[in-house]
Every structure is written in structure tokens, then in C-alpha cells.
């Protein structure tokens, strides 16, 4: 239970100023709900039994009323129900829409940390965990752990209340029902919320490992389908998901038992408490006492049901709130965040050249480089080919280049401006075409201009589309404005491809960075492409990871890398000369 106020007290630290303060008032209202309640009741109470009886009524403090006010008092009594409801709707009302603000207010931090999260970082999540991070952490927290202990001062004074009617009408009685109930709910809250707390953490790890399985599933489809694997992942996903749902069947059953083991309480209260008042008075103190615990336990006992389901959900959702405080407090600490370097100096508009001078390159807690030493000069509109064994650390040369990641230590320049100086003006103009052009479901034209919005210039979506041999697909149909169906579904993979390069075109790049971008189109469609980039030969540099070697024979510089090191550089001839490897897979391909 300490726990549970510890992880309470330390999200206040990273909920927005003024949300302790909010939830605090929140609370005494609520209490104060409770006490309108009870005073409600208290007055139905007095006044049924002498309505009921023709006798006048009494009330406490004001003594007997007289015959003409009872009228006022049952309107009284109306009231008060009424100013309740509106009271108590009004109050939650305000709160959930205050709580859905701090949600909200959490998400985006929680999304912004993610966007600013270094690239490696970054690219480590999966779908599961960002959605998990960003979205479910936070409304779970909201709806399992705070809301709920918002309820306990107010089910806390119910209690209270109830008790101090039986001790001012009997103490010894109110003594013993206070021992009794104490151990009664000790004894739930060490074994009810200790089992919620753990069913907590099994719900959340295993409902996010089924999500992530399903994820990657989907990725692979077309693999797991021809590899006949959709059973063996079926049979994966439902053992996780068969501990994540016995989870939440233990987490709402652990939230009904308490209901039940209170009422039980009751009937071992009254043998507890008539017996110890029979021992201390005989049977007419028995009595006395057991028709007063009966009347009390009545209201004490829903409290502290109530009191018990708080506790239990919020034990189910401790691990979400603490998510949420780590990911927040990193975030805040800057811990695994990269900070934008802002632009210190002006990209020139017409670079002469791209130079990379002994750079190294080491990925976070790696022992080793990933690159070393590498130093190389590209002149603006020249093109220059990226080739080596699988794991030699391309894909890492390319992330550098994109402005993704930075150098370890060495210098890369642009003209004479360093390019950390000038990376977000440099992102602007470097186009990237992956292996595979990840399409989202929305039109043709928000995906060239990779916008979920509408604010696009359709002039350079068709210029972009038709640079990339794709003109076809404006004329088609509702032009630009088709949608391209999730993952890009209705149009065909060449077509996908060369959407990608229409992407890369549309900022108008310096640089196109491609990563065996022209590995999935066929023959014809390749050199489509290829003539279609040399046509932009001069004006656009070229950076390509090829495997396949005739893509490159006429490109003006080859990089040949080796376990991070270039082993050669020069154009295709030269390092054929400097590289028996490369000179032995330049044969095989037949291209000497
Ligand atoms: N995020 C990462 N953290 C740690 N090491 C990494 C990470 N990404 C890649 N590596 C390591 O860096 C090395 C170079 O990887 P990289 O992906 O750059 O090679 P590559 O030449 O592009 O390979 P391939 O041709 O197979 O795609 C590899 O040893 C790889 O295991």
C-alpha cells in the first residue's frame, strides 16, 4: 500500500503544476459528497420513524419540532438529495474533463520524448511499445490508479462517520468494531491488492508482448503465410494472451471479493462484538450492541468495500503509472534524449561538396566502431555507390549522411559549414529512398508529400510524380487524390517503389540517398527509373547502397567498405584494382 502512495506522490511530480493541488480539492469534495450523503439519511432516518408513528420529530441539537416544520424538513431533506446529484455530476464532470486535459498533456510529452528520443533509441522501439508508451500507459493510469484513489477520502469518511455514531452511542462496542474491521481490512489489503499488483504486471507484459507478436506478424505476412507459420504464431500469441487475460480475469474477480469478504465480516462481527458484549453485560447488551453494529456496519461496510476497490485497481495499474513516471522523468533528465541541434549557421544554397574526414562512428554501450576512420569527398551532382559485405556498416554510413545520426568524432562538412551546424536545413534537402517504401493509407499525393494533412502543392506532387516515371498514376481514377490503401495495397510494388522516389523528389533534394532503393522493380521498370535519374544527373547527387553491382558500373564513385573501413574508393575500375574482393564479384556478375 505504501507503494501506492509513493508512485501517487512521485506522478504528481511530473503531472502538470496545479494537478496535486486540483486532485487534493477534487478529494475533499468528493468527502464532502460522502458527508452530504450520510446527512441525508441521518435526517430520513429521524424523521420516517415519528411520521410513521404520528409522533413529533426530533432533531439532534435543534431538539422536538414543532408540527407545521415538518413539511419544511422533508423538503429540506429533497434538497439536499437534489443538490447532491447536481453537486456530485457537476464535480465529475469538471474532473474527468480536468484528468482527460492531463492525459492528454502526458501523451504528447510522452510523444515528444519519443520524437526526440536519440535515432538509435528510436529505431530500437516497436509499434507495441510506442503505442504502449505514448497512448495506453497514461489512460490506464488515468482511469485505473488515479480516479480511483480520488474515491478513498471520501468512502474513508464515510467510514469515519459511521464509526463515530457508534461511539458516541456505544464506545466499547465502537472499540471492538474498530479492531475488528482494522484487521478485517488489513488482511484484504495485504492479499487482495498484493495479487492485483501482480496480476497488474502480468496483464500489461503479456497483453504487449501478444501486440508486439501480432505486429511483427503483420510485417511479415507474406513469410509467415508461405513458411506456414500462422499456427505457430497463433499458438505464441495465445499463450501470452492466455496469462495477459487470466491477468485481467484475476484483477476484476480480485475487485468483487472484497464485497463479499466484507459481508462475511459482518456476520463475524456480530458473533464477535454480541459476544463480547454478552460477556461484559449479558444478553441485553448483546443486543444493544449487535442491532448498533448492524445499523453502522451497514454503512461502514460498502465504504470499506469501496475503500478495498480502490486499492485494487490502483495496485493493477501501479505498473502503468510508474511507466509513466520513468518515461517522463527520462524525458525530463534527458535521458536517451538527443537534443536537436539547432541550426547555427546557413546551409549554402549551391554546395560544391560533401567531405567526410576520419569519421567514427560507435552505437551507445557498443565495445567497438562500427566505423572507422572513413574519409571520403562527393562533389554536389556527382554520384557516388556505397558497396561491401553485409554488416560492414552501410546502412550506418547512410544513416550519418541523412543527418539521422552523428559522427562519433571526425568531421562532415558541407562546403565549409559543419554538417551538425546545419542538419535540420540539411534533412530538408536530402532525399531517402528505403529497400522498402513504408506507404500509409491515405492519397497518392499526401503520400509524395508524406502529410496526414491536406496542405500539399499539388503542382510538385506531379512534377515529383512524374520525375519518378509515375506519371500514370495522376491521370488515373481520382488523380492525386486516390488513396492508396493500407500499406500501400492497390498499387503494385514497382509502383510503391517509384512512389518512394516521387517522396524523395518532392523537396527538391540535393541529395538522393538510396538504400538498394531499385532492388524490388523488374528489368524494365529499373532502367525506367534509372534513366529517369540520370536524366536529373548533375542536378542531383546520387548516394546508393547497392548489392547489385551493374546498377552502379556507371557511377562516378565507388566506396568499397569493409568492417567499417574503406577498403577502397575510387571509380568502379579503380577499385576493382584495389579490391580483390570487389574485382571477384565485378566477374561474377559479368561485368568484366
Ligand atoms: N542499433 C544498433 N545497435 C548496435 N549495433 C548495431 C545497430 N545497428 C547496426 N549495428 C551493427 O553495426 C554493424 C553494421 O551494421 P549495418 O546495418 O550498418 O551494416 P550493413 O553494411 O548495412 O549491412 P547489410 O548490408 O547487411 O544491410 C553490424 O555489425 C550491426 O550488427
Partial sequence: MKSIWTTLRKLFTV????????????SIATGLLAILDTLALALIVLVVTPLASGKPIELPLLGVMPQNATIWIVVAICVLFILKGVFAVVLHWFATRRFARYELYVGDQLFRGYTRASWEKRSQMSTAEVTRVVDSSMANTNIGFILPLSQIPGNALTFVSALAVLVVAQPFT?????????????????????????AGRNNRKYAYRAATIMTEMVDALKEVVLRDKLDE?????????SVATRARANISFLGIVPKYAFESALIGGFLIIGGAAYLRGGFSEALVAISLFAASGFRMMPAMNAVQASFTSAAANQVYAQDVIRELTDLRSGT??????????????????LTLENVHFRYPGAADDVLSNVSFKVPFGSSLAIVGPSGSGKSTLIDLLLGLSVPTSGSMRIDGAELRDVMRQWRNRVGYVPQRVALFDASIAQNVALTWESDYDSERVIHALQRAHLGELADRGAGIEERVGERGASISGGQQQRLGIARALYSDPFVMVMDEATSALDTATENRVTESMRELQGEVTFITVAHRLATIREYDQVCYLDRGEILGNGTFEEVVE???????QAELAGLL
Fill in 15 to 26: 503531472l502538470p503544476e496545479g494537478a496535486k493541488s486540483y486532485y487534493v480539492r477534487y
Fill in 174 to 198: 465502537a472499540l471492538i468494531a474498530f479492531v475488528y474491521l482494522s484487521l478485517v481490512s488489513a488482511f484484504m489489503l495485504f492479499v487482495v491488492s498484493r495479487r492485483s499488483q501482480r
Fill in 233 to 241: 504464431i497463433g499458438r505464441v500469441v495465445s499463450k501470452n494472451r
Fill in 336 to 353: 536517451g534524449i538527443q537534443e536537436e541541434h539547432q541550426d547555427v549557421a546557413e546551409l549554402p544554397t549551391g554546395p560544391q561538396s
Fill in 578 to 584: 584495389q579490391v580483390p574482393e570487389f574485382r571477384l
